[in-house]
C-alpha cells in the first residue's frame, strides 16, 4: 500500500478525528469585527445575518454543502453553497458570506470574495493563503488561516466546523458540546475500524473498496446524507480516478430509477452504494427497501449498505463520510493508483489561466479598494 500511496494520503485520512478538532478551535479564535471600512468608502456592518451564502467550489464547497444538510431542520434563515463566480441577486448588507478556497487562490470563489465586498455583505474568509489571505488581511476582513500542504478534499474539517462556529458565535445555532465529543469519539472508533492496519474482515472501508473493484460507484444517499453521498462520489473521482454518481432519495425514486430497467450488459458495470441509518424515517424506510427489491436486484452487479455509527445527527453524517473517504483511497490502491495526483484539474487550470487569467482581473478590482 505505501508503495502505492506514494504521498501518504492514508496517513493523513487517518488524522480526519484530530483535524477536526483543530478546526474548531480554528473557529473559536476568530473575532468578529461589529464593523470596518474597506477602502472607497464601503462600510460592512456585523450582526446577526438574514441569509448564509458559502462561496466555494470542488472540495473547498462540500464543508457549505453538508452544513447545509445538517442545520436544515433547525436553523430558521436560508443558506445557500454557491458555486459560481457572482453571488445570488439577493446577497446584500444582511448577508453573511463565507468564501472558502483551501489554496486562496480559486479565481471563482476570489470572484465571489470580491461581489461581497461591493455588496457590503458581512464577509469571513478561510483559506491557507494565497490572493484571499493577502487581500483579507490588507482589507481587514475577518479571516481564518487553515493549515497548508495537504489537498483541498482533505482540509474538509477546515473547511466545515470554522463557519459552523461562527454561526454559533452569532447565536444563529446551537452547536452541542455533548454532541461534538461524541462525533470526535464516534470517529476515532471509525478510524480504529478502518485504518491500514486493520484487516479486511472487519475493515467496512476496504471491503467496500473491493466491492467497488471493477465497476462504477452509484451512491445513493437521503435526507441528510444527501452532500455526504455527494462527498462520497467527489472522492471516488479524484483518490480512485474512477467515474461515480451520486443521486438522492425520494427524488431519485421519480426518474432514476427508470435507468435501471435499461439492459443488464450495462446495468451489470454499477455498483448501488445505499448510505442507510438506524433511524431512517418510516416513509424513507420503505422507498429504500422496495428500491431495492423492485430495481436494483439483478440488475446491479452489487448492491452494498453503508450505515452510519453514533446517535447525533453530526457523528452519523461525518461517520459514513469518513468510511467513503478510506473506500476511496483502499479504491485507488486496489486499482495501483496514486490517490493524491489530480493532474487533469492542475492542467485545466493552466489552460485557463492562459486562456482568461481571471485572477489578474479580479486582482485589479480588489486594488480599486485599496488605491
Known sequence: ?????????????????????????????????????????????????????????????????????????VISIPIEVCRDYKLPAYADERT????????GNTEETISGFVDAIERRCMLV???????LQEFSERLGIPFMKLPGKIQPR????????????????????????????????????????????????????????????????????????GGVAQRMKTQFNENSKVPSKFEVFPELNHNEIVGWTGPNRLT??????????????????????????????????KIVEVYAKGTSKLARMLSVLFIGDFASVYLAILYGVDPTPVDVISR?????????????????RLNFYLA
Open 348 to 364: 485545466m487550470k493552466v489552460e485557463l489561466k492562459g486562456r482568461v487569467n481571471a485572477i489578474e482581473r479580479l486582482r485589479d
Open 125 to 131: 474568509a478561510l483559506s491557507s493563503g494565497g490572493i
Open 268 to 301: 451489470k458495470n454499477f455498483v448501488a452504494i445505499l448510505i442507510r441509518d438506524w433511524y431512517e424515517r418510516p416513509e424513507i424506510k420503505a422507498r429504500i427497501e422496495i428500491t431495492k427489491r423492485l430495481v436494483l436486484e439483478g440488475k446491479a452487479s
Open 1 to 73: 500500500m505505501k508503495k502505492i500511496d506514494k504521498e501518504g494520503m492514508c496517513d493523513v485520512q487517518e488524522m480526519f478525528p484530530e483535524n477536526c478538532e483543530e478546526a474548531i478551535e480554528i473557529g473559536e479564535g476568530l473575532e468578529m469585527p461589529r464593523k470596518l471600512r474597506v477602502g472607497k468608502g464601503l462600510e460592512i456592518r456585523y450582526g446577526k445575518p438574514d441569509n448564509v451564502i458559502i462561496v466555494g467550489m470542488g472540495g473547498s464547497a462540500i464543508g457549505g454543502i453538508i452544513m447545509k444538510d445538517l442545520l436544515r431542520d
Open 154 to 225: 482533505c482540509a474538509f474539517p477546515y473547511l466545515f466546523f470554522p463557519p459552523l462556529v461562527v454561526l454559533k458565535k452569532l447565536e444563529i445555532i446551537e452547536l452541542k458540546h455533548d454532541e461534538v465529543e461524541e462525533t470526535i469519539e464516534v470517529l476515532r472508533e471509525v478510524r480504529d475500524e478502518v485504518k491500514p492496519g486493520s484487516p479486511t474482515s472487519r475493515n467496512l472501508a476496504k471491503r467496500l473498496a473491493l466491492d467497488i473493484k471493477g465497476h462504477v460507484p452509484v451512491v445513493y444517499g437521503f435526507g441528510m446524507y
Open 96 to 103: 453573511l458570506v463565507f468564501a472558502q478556497s483551501y489554496s
